[in-house]
């Protein structure tokens, strides 16, 4: 700005330095700020995943319940061991967490007994493209998949024995509670499905 004199006031000085440790301290606060943000949507997320996670997979322990009303049974009701037959399959959920379909079980009695004797049980889910199996044994007395006619031997750790699946059914073991209801008491022996 010119003065009273007609010359020219000299220019404020800037201090340079000021001014970029000022843009990289409001480059630092907009970054934090992102990511306080995405932490706040990812957070919850998470803890959501985890939670449902520990909800839905199997543990030794889970009492079972029918799948659907097949089979004599009602969805959601217990599965008792008295109400299989021999040659008779139903599919189970454990109760509580049948959300999760890789948790269906396909049960069979293969033969009369005590408490789990005679009785087996695998994973409903084919392991050639991931159709839910038959719940009734076949003809043959296979369990057999809808989608390829993949068959399984119930009596034989369900090996592979017709169709395109290469891998057979992961196994469960089940135990009966002193009130006679199937439940779970292990781990599936495999990986679900296809692999
Ligand atoms: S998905 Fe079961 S035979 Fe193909």
């Given at each position: 700005m010119d003065n009273v004199t007609g010359t020219r006031s000299p220019a404020p000085e800037v201090d340079e330095h000021w001014m970029v440790n000022r843009r990289r301290a409001l480059k630092w606060l907009i970054r934090a700020g992102y990511g306080a943000f995405a932490l706040a949507f990812a957070l919850p997320a998470l803890a959501l995943r985890a939670l449902s996670q520990q909800q839905s997979e199997v543990a030794s322990g889970d009492p079972l319940v029918y799948a659907s009303n097949a089979g004599g049974g009602t969805a959601g009701q217990p599965v008792m061991a008295?109400?299989?037959?021999?040659?008779d399959g139903i599919q189970a959920f454990p109760q509580g967490k049948?959300?999760?379909?890789?948790?269906l079980i396909q049960i069979v009695r293969l033969g009369d007994g005590?408490?789990?004797?005679?009785l087996v049980a695998y994973s409903a889910?084919?392991?050639?493209?991931?159709c839910v199996v038959y719940a009734d044994l076949n003809q043959d007395g296979n369990i057999a998949?809808?989608?390829?006619n993949s068959q399984f031997d119930p009596t034989a750790e369900?090996?592979?024995?017709?169709?395109?699946?290469d891998r057979a059914l992961p196994s469960i073991e089940l135990s009966v509670t002193p009130e006679g209801i199937i439940s779970v008491?292990?781990?599936?022996s495999g990986p679900i499905g296809p692999s």
């Open positions: 008295s109400d299989l037959a021999v040659g049948d959300d999760n379909q890789t948790n005590e408490g789990a004797e005679g889910i084919c392991t050639h493209l991931g998949c809808p989608c390829h369900a090996e592979v024995t017709g169709g395109p699946a008491a292990g781990r599936f």
